[in-house]
Nanobody, 123 residues
Framework: QVQLVESGGGLVQAGGSLRLSCVAS????????MGWFRQAPGKEREFVSG????????YYSHSVPGRFPISRDNAKNTVYLEMNSLKVEDTAVYSC????????????????WGKGALVTVSS
């Protein structure tokens, strides 16, 4: 069992930046691929970015090209999402997720989920 806790959400103006963190419980963090997803009001949850177990490979949604780099620190059991040049349409609940395999970055491919952190971008 892996428990995930996000932090760093909040209110920010368009064009600003935020960094989300997700801390995982347990001693097996480095065996999980980690992903960030978001769910905007009235929309389905969607993939934002993912990172493999070692951190060597990263993957991004076409909706955030170059704006939301993902990283991880396995010594701290933490994955990060740096959100830059934020837009009003980035407003959503952002959740981190853990997967035993890095072959499926869909919602159904994740094994564990955090409760999410709300990010609100104002105009």
């Amino acid at each position: 069992q892996v428990q995930l806790v996000e932090s760093g959400g909040g209110l920010v103006q368009a064009g600003g930046s935020l960094r989300l963190s997700c801390v995982a419980s347990g001693r097996t963090f480095d065996t999980y691929a980690m992903g960030w997803f978001r769910q905007a009001p009235g929309k389905e949850r969607e993939f934002v970015s993912g990172i493999t177990q070692s951190g060597r490979n990263t993957y991004y949604s076409h909706s955030v090209p170059g704006r939301f780099p993902i990283s991880r620190d396995n010594a701290k059991n933490t994955v990060y999402l740096e959100m830059n040049s934020l837009k009003v349409e980035d407003t959503a609940v952002y959740s981190c997720a853990a997967a035993r395999s890095d072959s499926n970055w869909s919602v159904g491919g994740m094994d564990y989920w955090g409760k999410g952190a709300l990010v609100t971008v104002s105009s």
